[in-house]
């Protein structure tokens, strides 16, 4: 599994657009890029997962370059309540058994 | 609503005692997992199962084991309690083989006096 870089903590400020940054310099060409947010004392929950250049859902849109070596969570004005820790995960879609390897994350702390 | 639930939020038990952390979730998911999540470590994976009665040693398997009799249940057992296990247990689940959406419990707090 390829192993991922992320910043250890982050602050911004109500409204502001959040971009966190996950290296993957070991990508695989069949991984997937998947990103869990967990809140204080609560498990994690998916938010978002792509291949290849963009995706975008409700909550986030997930950049990923043509060398698929980074990937860039983006948070469109966040609120107090996007508080959370963001991790960045990758591996294979399919094809097998999959561990899911969780690193230490990004805490993300938005103030007023 | 899809579900993972376990079964204490929190415990609190004596040094040297066999623990039992129960899971169970409700989508039919092949893939069990177990975490610990501890300050400024993120979540390391412990234990997870693929099927009834399978099971591999994820990154920190010392000192704890599994049991997985059906596949709705996934019990993660603490052979003899130790103050360094007092942390935070995550139960999670999705299908087999894909890397597809997991899902969570709400976590149990253990702390080991």
């Known amino acids: 599994l390829a192993k991922t870089t992320q910043p250890i903590s982050m602050d911004s400020y109500e409204g502001q657009e959040v971009n966190i940054t996950c290296s993957h310099n070991?990508?695989?060409?069949?991984?997937?890029i998947t990103w869990y947010q967990q809140f204080p004392s609560q498990g994690p929950r998916f938010i978002i997962q792509?291949?290849?250049t963009k995706v975008t859902n409700e909550v986030a849109s997930l950049f990923i370059p043509a060398d698929r070596k980074s990937s860039t969570l983006s948070l469109p004005r966040v609120s107090l309540s996007d508080t959370a820790v963001y991790y960045c995960?990758?591996?294979?879609?399919?094809?097998?058994?999959?561990?899911?390897?969780f690193g230490a994350g990004t805490r993300l702390a938005v103030h007023p | 609503d899809v579900k993972v639930t376990q079964s204490s939020r929190y415990l609190v038990k004596r040094t040297g005692e066999k623990v039992f952390l129960e899971c169970v979730q409700d989508?039919?998911?092949?893939?069990m997992f177990w975490y610990r999540q501890d300050p400024g470590l993120g979540l390391r994976l412990i234990y997870f199962?693929?099927?009834?009665?399978?099971?591999e040693k994820g990154d920190i398997p010392e000192g704890y084991s599994v049991s997985r009799e059906k596949k709705e249940r996934f019990s993660l057992i603490l052979e003899s309690a130790s103050t360094n296990q007092t942390s935070m247990y995550l139960c999670?689940?999705?299908?087999?083989?894909?890397?597809?959406?997991?899902?969570f419990g709400q976590g149990t707090r253990l702390t080991v006096v």
């Open positions: 995960l990758v591996g294979p879609f399919s094809g097998g058994y999959n561990k899911l390897i």
């Open positions: 070991n990508i695989a060409t069949n991984d997937y």
């Open positions: 792509g291949y290849k």
């Open positions: 989508m039919d998911h092949e893939n």
């Open positions: 199962s693929y099927d009834v009665k399978m099971k």
């Open positions: 999670a689940s999705n299908i087999q083989g894909m890397n597809t959406e997991a899902f």
